[in-house]
């Protein structure tokens, strides 16, 4: 058996990032990666505009303003947000001005509108003196155009498809999701629609990765149900192969008369690295990779228990899911954080353990709770809510209550 951070580097290893690429809307780019840097095409703000209802001045007219002499000078236009000034500012005169307003030639200073009083039609008390330039957006003091404004390899939310707006791109060009194929191996399994007869239990790994791999970035192929058969496994996971970036089969990697997948992965040409990992639960876990003329397919034999699938899910195949994404570097590795554990830890010391529940920010500092009832791989029931697997080392057998543990965010 594999110790786990070698089998975690070893799959980093085989996986390669994809460079294909593609053009989409930008309505329909919001969680995709960055495949191109960004440059500025403007100056941001594009042109001086007030950041404050005010008045648009000369900071030497007014700069001896009190409210006990007062500064008046003549309101010789306004300006309201979308207007071209028509006027060039004059010693002794003001622009009415609103916020997000061009800056008129001439003015170089924001006087808001709380420090003035307006008299007459068209003259303006200045009460107080305001600092040289204030409330004045320059033009470029955000970015120059040329200046270099997203990177490749970001994650597009809210802040990055902003910026891509106000830049004008309504394209954007990303990263194509990985393809992952996902199968489900197994006589005792059936689908949602099919009536459950003694023995027989619903399939509900398909649906878990796939739901893990859509949360993860990439697209899942649902194959289904593939009998314990050698022939039919043969070509659904030749088929899986051919038609994906990563495939997952849970099922069929332990040592039993039925398991054929390690068989068949070598049959099929797959380069087999990992048969066993120093783990609880995932112990069993296939990893295999394919040569194509194209593209390089990682294969990972899952096993059949939900809890086990998950979790060889969490640890490794989501790293394999980063890095084949276009995330950079930075991203490839697993998400840890300490935490304090609320109740004692157990496990039998002979593999690392991973133990699942929930993680809260408590009193400033994050504190792991269990999941009750069993801790079995067979048992689904509780894994609702778990946000965090806790992680006991090999030759550890309890971490007490009320002292630090390693977590894995999920």
Known sequence: MLPVSQAEQMILDLVQPLRETESIDLTLATGRILATEIVSRLDFPHWANSAMDGYAVKFADVRSSTSKHPITLEVVE????????????????????????????????????????????????????????????????????????????????????????????????????????????????VSLEQLLKPGQIVDSNQYALAAFVTQAGGVPICMGIVPDDR??????????????????????????????????????????????????PGKPLTVARFERSDRAIVYFGLPGNPVSALVSCWRFVKLALVKISGLPASSWQPNWIAATT???????????????????????????????????????????????????????????AGIAVQVLVL
């Open 78 to 189: 306004e300006i309201p947000a979308g207007y071209q000034p028509q006027r060039e500012i004059q010693s002794g005169e003001a622009a009415r001005i609103f916020t997000g307003a061009i800056l008129p030639d001439g003015a170089d200073t924001i006087v808001m509108q709380e420090h003035t009083q307006r008299v007459q039609k068209n003259f303006v008390k200045i009460q107080i003196a305001p600092t040289a330039r204030a409330f004045v957006r320059q033009q470029g003091e955000y970015a120059r155009s040329g200046d270099p404004l997203l990177t490749a390899g970001m994650v597009l939310n809210a802040p990055e498809i902003a910026i891509l707006a106000a830049t004008g791109s309504s394209q954007v060009e990303v990263y194509r999701r990985p393809r992952v194929a996902i199968l489900s191996t197994g006589d005792e399994l």
């Open 231 to 280: 022939a039919k496994l043969t070509a659904a996971m030749s088929e899986a192969i051919a038609s994906a970036d990563l495939v997952l089969s849970t099922g069929g990697v332990s040592v039993g008369d039925y398991d054929y997948v390690e068989a068949i992965l070598a049959e099929l040409g797959g380069d087999i690295q990992i048969r066993a990992v120093a783990m609880k």
């Open 342 to 400: 609320t109740e004692d830890l157990t496990a039998d010391g002979k593999r690392e353990t991973y133990l699942w529940g929930k993680l809260a920010l408590s009193d400033g500092g994050y504190q792991f709770s269990l999941a009750g009832g069993s801790h079995s791989s067979a048992n689904l029931i509780n894994l609702a809510g778990t946000n965090a697997l806790a992680v006991i080392p090999v030759d550890v057998t309890m971490l007490a």
